[in-house]
């Protein structure tokens, strides 16, 4: 699957380099790997719904807030945090998303590959990738979330 500057379908929707915003990474507070991850899910998850009905899909782009889960990821790898822990966590994440079409989860699996058949130091970018991908699609349409939640509520 191609994605990035190279695909043409993407070229017009990607914010210039460079991403992430490494002075606001530096400027953010110190937390231990246990806080990151947390800080990282609340960003996620706090991202400002949009109606996707009054939207054409193929002209949107991601809201300014993504830059903090993607400034937080930058710090979490940037400071050693333990990868298998962080990959966890978006798993958890993106096991909420049907607004894709499962495509949460194939992004997901393809930052999990890609991360372990990159070689350093370029293999953190797709951990900062995957949680910037799971806070564009996060929240849009988690019906099949939903209602699995209240069939495993109502067994």
């Known amino acids: 699957m191609a994605v990035g500057p190279g695909d043409p379908l993407d070229r017009g929707r990607m914010e210039p380099y460079p991403q992430p915003d490494m002075e606001a990474v530096a400027a953010l507070p110190a937390r231990t ?28 782009r991601a809201v300014p807030e993504v830059k903090e889960t993607v400034n937080l990821a930058t ?6 945090c333990d990868p298998k822990a962080f990959i966890a966590r978006l798993a958890e994440i993106v096991c909420h998303d049907n607004f894709t079409e499962m495509h949460a989860f194939k992004h997901h699996q393809s930052i999990v ?10 293999r953190w970018m797709h951990l900062v ?20 939640l209240e069939l495993l509520h109502a067994a």
């Open 33 to 60: 790997q246990e806080e990151l991850l947390d800080a990282i899910r609340h960003s996620i998850y706090s991202q400002p719904p949009i109606d996707v009905s009054t939207v054409n899909l193929g002209t949107l």
């Open 75 to 80: 710090q979490y790898v940037k400071a050693g």
């Open 129 to 148: 990738c995957g949680a910037q991908a799971a806070a564009i699609s996060f929240g849009k349409n988690m019906a099949v979330y939903e209602e699995y």
């Open 113 to 122: 590959e890609e991360y372990h058949a990159t070689y350093e130091p370029w």
